[in-house]
């Protein structure tokens, strides 16, 4: 169902797109792309293959039991000592058997995949907030160098350290192509690391429940080549690009008027508000509010027209522009490369 209002902003400035593929990517633990994620899986088939055969083994002999009550001397034909040899063999060496190596390997792998990085390793603060991810990148000083929001990128085949955060509630910082899940909690620090062996767009999910849109809590983490993510990331750390045409500029000053810059920041302009995600580069990211909505023209006029109705329950008001202040704002809005 959408709105009337929704409608209107539809037709005013394109259709939307049909599908939420911008917003969908690999998002499955079983297919590892990345060094910590293949370990994962490394341990979870070998456990899900004895956890069946345990299982089946439990069945059957529960089947036995079942079947075999109904006899008249139900009991097993064993010796007092048959008996006590069963139960220690079936009851304490199978189960530590079948868990100690689990035990041992699991124990072995989570040290291997929260190894500490050098300190040189490529650093990247998230912040978990209601319900998008703040992401800035550090220089080795541990100063931000570059702030963006809900799509992440690493360089392909190196090892990067995650710096994870909350002011709110607690999250769980989560790709499951390519790393186990960490918790986001407010007054602490915790650090995870990843490294993609793989180039691509993967699905990163908030793996806690934080409230009501913990669902529509997404993000992408875009594995590229070391040269693509350098070229990115200096473009990344450039303040926006000015008004080029008279309609950017009207755009521009309808962000300033509109009260956005309350909560956004458009690093180069007066806008410096901290509520919302940073929008210096809007128009490179690839989907809106948290992999919600793909980008595009249709979406983000119905996101900043009606937010509530794309993601209810989020922290955007929605806006009263006249057509025309939406069109200049999305034109401006866009041209934020
Ligand atoms: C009261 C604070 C507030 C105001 C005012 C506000 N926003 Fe937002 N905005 C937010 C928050 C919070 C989000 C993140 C919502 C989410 O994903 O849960 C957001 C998300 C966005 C996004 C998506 C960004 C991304 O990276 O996904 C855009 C674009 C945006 N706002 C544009 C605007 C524009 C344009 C205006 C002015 C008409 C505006 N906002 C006014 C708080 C605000
Ligand atoms: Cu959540």
Not at 115 to 139: C, F, Q, R, S
């Given at each position: 169902?959408?709105?009337?209002?929704?409608?209107?902003?539809?037709?005013?400035i394109?259709?939307?797109?049909?599908?939420?593929?911008?917003?969908?990517?690999?998002?499955?633990?079983?297919?590892?792309?990345?060094?910590?994620?293949?370990?994962?899986?490394?341990?979870?088939?070998?456990?899900?293959?004895?956890?069946?055969?345990?299982?089946?083994?439990?069945?059957?002999?529960?089947?036995?039991?079942?079947?075999?009550?109904?006899?008249?001397?139900?009991?097993?034909?064993?010796?007092?000592?048959?008996?006590?040899?069963?139960?220690?063999?079936?009851?304490?060496?199978?189960?530590?058997?079948?868990?100690?190596?689990?035990?041992?390997?699991?124990?072995?792998?989570?040290?291997?995949?929260?190894?500490p990085?050098?300190?040189?390793?490529?650093?990247?603060?998230?912040?978990?907030?209601?319900?998008?991810?703040?992401?800035?990148?550090?220089?080795?000083?541990?100063?931000?160098?570059?702030?963006?929001?809900?799509?992440?990128?690493?360089?392909?085949?190196?090892?990067?350290?995650?710096?994870?955060?909350?002011?709110?509630?607690?999250?769980?910082?989560?790709?499951?192509?390519?790393?186990?899940?960490?918790?986001?909690?407010?007054?602490?620090?915790?650090?995870?690391?990843?490294?993609a062996?793989?180039?691509g767009?993967?699905?990163g999910?908030?793996?806690e429940?934080?409230?009501?849109?913990?669902?529509?809590?997404?993000?992408?983490?875009?594995?590229?080549?070391?040269?693509?993510?350098?070229?990115?990331?200096?473009?990344?750390?450039?303040?926006?690009?000015?008004?080029?045409?008279?309609?950017?500029?009207?755009?521009?000053?309808?962000?300033?008027?509109?009260?956005?810059?309350?909560?956004?920041?458009?690093?180069?302009?007066?806008?410096?508000?901290?509520?919302?995600?940073?929008?210096t580069?809007?128009?490179?990211?690839?989907?809106?509010?948290?992999?919600?909505?793909?980008?595009?023209?249709?979406?983000l006029g119905?996101?900043?027209?009606?937010?509530?109705?794309?993601?209810?329950?989020?922290?955007?008001?929605?806006?009263?522009?006249?057509?025309?202040?939406?069109?200049?704002?999305?034109?401006?809005?866009?041209?934020?490369?």
């Amino acid at each position: 169902m959408t709105s009337r209002k929704h409608d209107r902003t539809t037709l005013l400035i394109g259709a939307t797109t049909p599908l939420l593929a911008a917003c969908e990517g690999p998002q499955s633990a079983l297919d590892p792309a990345g060094s910590a994620a293949e370990l994962i899986a490394r341990l979870w088939w070998p456990t899900l293959f004895v956890a069946v055969l345990v299982t089946l083994l439990v069945l059957a002999l529960l089947a036995v039991a079942i079947f075999r009550a109904h006899k008249r001397n139900a009991a097993l034909p064993l010796s007092a000592r048959q008996s006590r040899n069963l139960v220690i063999a079936g009851g304490i060496i199978l189960p530590l058997a079948a868990t100690i190596p689990f035990a041992l390997s699991s124990f072995s792998i989570g040290r291997t995949i929260d190894a500490p990085l050098p300190d040189n390793a490529m650093t990247v603060e998230v912040i978990g907030k209601l319900w998008w991810w703040e992401v800035h990148y550090l220089d080795e000083a541990g100063d931000r160098i570059a702030t963006t929001a809900n799509e992440i990128h690493i360089p392909v085949g190196e090892p990067v350290r995650f710096l994870l955060k909350s002011d709110n509630v607690i999250h769980s910082f989560w790709v499951p192509n390519l790393q186990g899940k960490t918790d986001m909690i407010p007054g602490r620090t915790n650090v995870t690391s990843m490294t993609a062996n793989e180039p691509g767009v993967y699905r990163g999910q908030c793996a806690e429940y934080c409230g009501t849109q913990h669902a529509l809590m997404a993000f992408l983490l875009v594995a590229e080549e070391p040269e693509a993510f350098d070229d990115w990331l200096a473009g990344q750390r450039q303040p926006a690009a000015a008004p080029e045409t008279d309609a950017q500029a009207r755009g521009h000053d309808v962000f300033l008027d509109a009260g956005c810059a309350a909560c956004h920041t458009i690093r180069g302009t007066p806008a410096n508000g901290e509520i919302g995600p940073d929008l210096t580069h809007i128009a490179s990211r690839r989907t809106l509010a948290g992999a919600t909505v793909p980008n595009r023209t249709g979406h983000l006029g119905g996101w900043i027209t009606d937010p509530q109705h794309v993601k209810p329950g989020n922290k955007m008001p929605p806006s009263e522009l006249t057509p025309e202040e939406l069109k200049t704002l999305l034109g401006y809005l866009e041209s934020l490369e």
